[in-house]
């Protein structure tokens, strides 16, 4: 069974951080590029950041650009999202997902293939 689990999300202080971690299992993601997404409450799903195949390419959201920081670790099949200076407003659902790719690039706006669960990030003192 093809599946992406996430892990790492909590409550947390703002200014804190956090590590999530989207573990794959039944397939490999060496051929996959893997984005992060986000859903608030009462908000449309927004990307976060992907990284490429072979690690080569990574995207941010403006909104995250210089805090969160996305690395992959293929020998593990899971991908990180390090978190730092959390803010409230990035209090949401964080998923990941993975789309096949060939060349080494990714993009927040493609249909990905496969999502996971889904793990909630609550930044809040």
């Known amino acids: 069974q093809l599946q992406l689990v996430e892990s790492g999300g909590g409550l947390v202080q703002p200014g804190g951080s956090l590590r999530l971690s989207c573990a794959a299992s039944?397939?490999?993601?060496?051929?996959?590029?893997i984005g992060w997404f986000r859903q608030a409450p009462g908000k449309e799903r927004e990307g976060v950041s992907c990284i490429s195949n072979r690690g080569g390419k990574r995207y941010y959201a403006d909104s995250v650009k210089g805090r969160f920081t996305i690395s992959r670790d293929n020998a593990k099949n899971t991908v990180y999202l390090q978190m730092n200076s959390l803010k409230p407003e990035d209090t949401a659902v964080y998923y990941c997902a993975a789309v096949t790719t060939v060349q080494d690039l990714c993009t927040m706006t493609t249909l990905y293939d496969y999502w996971g669960q889904g793990t909630q990030v609550t930044v809040s003192s």
């Open positions: 039944g397939f490999t993601l060496d051929y996959y590029s």
